[in-house]
């Protein structure tokens, strides 16, 4: 059975510091995909990023960076400089072709706040 | 291009009471997926429709139901409401362009049941 963990539950900083939010996952499948959604205040999941298990290499979007490891099934996510507007509650996700697509398994989500 | 739209916002219920809930996906997509969303047991996996089928659904009692139309919008409903129901139940349309791909989500319904 697919599990998605997310350690930590709450995490707060201060602006302009680096953050990293962990995920480790547990799938029997070969073949997944992995993805991280940002849910704001106002309630909408919001996708940031898409990784399928083939492609191990690290990507780095403005300040958000994500480093998947496949041989410690983590894939995790790094703010850098973060900001105010980074505040949310972040959802890891996994995905596998053997279920339908539409059905991801999320982790628990990790509280980001980010303090002026 | 619109987003995903789901009605009714906000709606509150009694015990035994049945709810139905409304969800429009992006044009195009045919993939229309339900889950629930409570603080206890996070996020959770209801069902998924594709072209008026069910294609997959999650460990929730018969009392939970949906049917999607030729126009790919759903409608879910649940039958004799109980106290646990309350949830935030969100919708999202995926394309499945490539694989599973990102999932398009709605603000949600928050469902509270008294």
């Known amino acids: 059975a697919q599990k998605v963990t997310q350690a930590q539950t709450e995490i707060s900083v201060v602006e302009k510091e680096d953050v990293t939010l962990d995920c480790v996952y547990e799938?029997?499948?070969?073949?997944?995909?992995l993805f991280w959604y940002k849910q704001p205040p106002s309630g909408e999941l919001v996708f940031l990023i898409r990784r399928n298990s083939f492609d191990e290499q690290n990507e780095i979007s403005g300040r958000y960076s994500w480093n998947f490891q496949k041989s410690t099934s983590s894939f995790n996510f790094t703010i850098t400089a973060s900001q105010v507007v980074d505040s949310a509650v972040y959802f890891c996700a996994l995905s596998e072709p053997s279920e339908s697509a539409g059905k991801s398994t999320f982790g628990d989500g990790t509280t980001l706040t980010v303090k002026p | 291009k619109a987003g995903v739209t789901q009605t009714p916002r906000y709606l509150i219920k009694t015990r035994g009471q049945q709810v139905t809930l409304s969800c429009s996906p992006i044009?195009?997509?045919?993939?229309v997926s339900w889950y629930q969303q409570t603080p206890g047991q996070g996020l959770q996996f209801l069902f998924e429709?594709?072209?008026?089928?069910?294609?997959n659904k999650g460990n929730f009692p018969g009392r939970f139901s949906g049917r999607q139309f030729s126009n790919s919008r759903s409608e879910m409903n649940v039958s004799t409401l109980e106290l646990g129901d309350s949830a935030l139940y969100l919708c999202?349309?995926?394309?499945?362009?490539?694989?599973?791909?990102?999932?398009?989500f709605g603000e949600g319904s928050r469902l509270t049941v008294l």
């Open positions: 799938t029997r499948d070969t073949t997944y995909y």
């Open positions: 999202a349309s995926s394309s499945e362009v490539g694989g599973p791909g990102e999932l398009f």
């Open positions: 044009s195009g997509h045919r993939s």
């Open positions: 429709y594709f072209s008026e089928t069910q294609r």
